[in-house]
Every structure is written in C-alpha cells, then in structure tokens.
C-alpha cells in the first residue's frame, strides 16, 4: 500500500469514528440529499436509539451545534459533503465513493449488534 492510499485510509477510519458523523452519513447514502433539520432529528434518534418523534428540543439543540460547528465542516473538507447553512440543504460529494464501502460495513456491523443486543418479544 502506498503512502497516498494509507493517508487516505486513516482519514475515512478517523472520519467514520464519531458515531453521529456515520449516522449522518447513513441517512445521506440512503437519499444523496436532505435538510439539515430534518438530518439533525434523525441523527438524534438514532444516537438515543428512540423514536424521532420523541426527541426534545436538547437534544436537538445539542446535534444541531455538533453537526454544524463539527461534523459538516469536516466532511465537506474532505470533499465527502457539500452543505448550505442557509438553505439547509446537505448533499453527497465525490469523495463520498471512497469512503462508502467502509461506511458500508460499519452500518451492517451496528445493525448485527442492534440486533443481538435487542431483548426477546
């Protein structure tokens, strides 16, 4: 493996380390586009493991400052997203291909273990 190939590597790990940053991008993967608004109730209940519609106003408040002062910068610096924060709007960008077979097989690991970790009925 060259040196380029491990840079990039070790940026996606590190990019797909933080667990709302991989909520978010699964929600991405799944449309190619989407409202921050809408992103940030569904990045909560997925990071509470509830409902959306039982997120409250903290919590929303607290993945809204996350994901706009943190994780939408990083991501459009590595040319993963591309964002508008007036318009809300959030979309994938090029770079999004190099990384999503391992965003792949990070979302089936999370969706084993939610399973496994799921009481009998």
Known sequence: ?????????????????ESE?????????D??????????????ALELDVHAGAIDKESRQRVYVSLVHNHLPR???????????????????????????LLEQFRQTEEKTEIRERPPL
């Not at 940053?21 to 991405?28: D, H, N, S, V």
């Not at 449309?31 to 909560?44: G, K, M, P, S």
Request: charged residues 25%.
């Open 21 to 29: 940053r991989r909520f978010l991008l699964y929600q991405l993967a």
């Open 75 to 101: 991501l459009a610096d590595y040319d993963i997203i591309e964002y508008d924060l007036r318009s809300g709007d959030i979309v994938l960008a090029k770079g999004f291909d190099d990384i999503k077979p």
């Open 1 to 17: 493996m060259n040196q380029t190939n491990a840079s990039r590597m070790e940026a996606a790990c590190s990019l797909l380390a």
């Open 31 to 44: 449309d190619r586009t989407a409202n921050l608004a809408d992103l940030v109730t569904q990045v909560a």
